[in-house]
């Protein structure tokens, strides 16, 4: 291949995420084998992902984040701007936006859909101009992320989220909030506000049963049990997306909303306390193209009613 033809990317890694210190000699070698020359920026704090597609973007075809969730939210609006294509290399914990576009947790195989040229136009949600592309929530996920020690974080992956999360339910309460939609104020009781914008979140947990990444939407539920204990019984639920037929959860869906809370209480975006309330939240259609394998249109979602107040 002749050098004018080759592409240039730039690789930004986190060494301190879960996979970080894998090799990535095997991966590389895929990108370089369809013409791809590697630029490596490593980083240690997310504000440093931004910074750097900003400073190196001029010498890049296409971005490459080598990280989890959390780092390529934090890079998502530096991506929007450039107007570059990104990669990912998925190596943090959770990894649902890989999972959400297929992305193969191998990172050689994940190395190949990037080096197929195959992109996919997807939304990203904005709270506050904080960038998110799985789900933003306020009340347990925010403590959960509060309460996380990153060492068992990065030692036991979705095991220590499990040890942290059984202490937090054991301390949880309900807060009082309001919920804006179209001009329409409904207040409520809850123990936590999620508000989704692709399908995947928490490791797994589906926003809703027939939400999208690139369905122009972002997707609210209310959880507003009197009694935590029962969100044993709702678990399973939230792995196929169908909470919303349980009475207790409210539903919506809608491309801005607002939260309002009688204090400011922290919102955690893809893993990571970002902002606080009060809270805007916006849908940006088509944001960003991210390398993925071209959906299987045969595939339709499960699909059940939703219960909605």
């Known amino acids: 291949m002749k050098q004018a033809d080759r592409k240039r990317a730039l690789v930004l890694r986190n060494p301190k995420a879960r996979r970080g ?4 000699d095997g991966p590389f070698r895929q990108l370089e084998l369809a ?28 971005i490459v984040i080598c990280g989890g969730d959390g780092s ?23 990894n649902d936006l890989a999972r959400t576009l297929a992305i193969p947790m191998d990172l050689t195989a994940a190395a190949r859909v990037i080096a197929a040229g195959q992109t996919r136009r997807i939304d990203m949600g904005t709270v506050n101009g904080h960038a998110f592309f799985n789900v933003a929530s306020i009340g347990l996920s925010s403590e959960l992320a509060q309460g996380l020690d990153p060492t068992l ?15 937090v339910l054991t301390k949880a309460s309900r807060f009082h909030a309001t919920i804006t ?9 809850t123990f936590q506000i999620a508000i989704g914008n692709g399908r995947h979140y928490g490791g797994g947990n589906v926003v809703r049963d027939d939400a999208e990444i690139d369905d122009g939407h972002l997707d609210l539920y209310s ?5 935590l204990w029962k969100l044993a019984l709702m678990l399973r639920s939230f792995r196929s997306g169908t909470h ?14 607002d939260i309002l809370t009688k204090r400011p209480m922290p919102v955690n975006t893809d893993g990571e306390i ?20 071209e959906a299987d249109l045969r595939a339709e979602p499960m699909r059940m009613p939703m219960f909605h107040r």
């Open 35 to 62: 013409g791809i020359d590697v630029t490596i920026e490593t980083f240690e704090a997310l504000p440093e992902i931004a910074r750097d597609i900003v400073r190196l973007r001029s010498i890049a075809d296409l």
């Open 274 to 293: 970002v902002t606080a309330t009060p809270a805007h939240f916006k849908v940006h259609p088509g944001a960003v193209a991210i390398f993925a394998p």
């Open 244 to 257: 919303g037929a349980w009475q207790e959860v409210r539903t919506a869906r809608c491309v801005e909303f």
């Open 21 to 24: 210190q894998e090799s990535l």
């Open 181 to 189: 939609e179209k001009g329409r104020t409904t207040e409520v009781d």
């Open 72 to 94: 390529i939210s934090s890079g998502a609006m530096a991506v929007m701007e450039s107007g570059l294509p990104l990669g990912i290399m998925p190596m943090g914990t959770a």
């Open 153 to 167: 974080k990065k030692r036991f992956g979705r095991l220590g989220y499990a040890l942290a999360a059984t202490k």
């Open 223 to 227: 959880l507003e049990l009197r009694n």
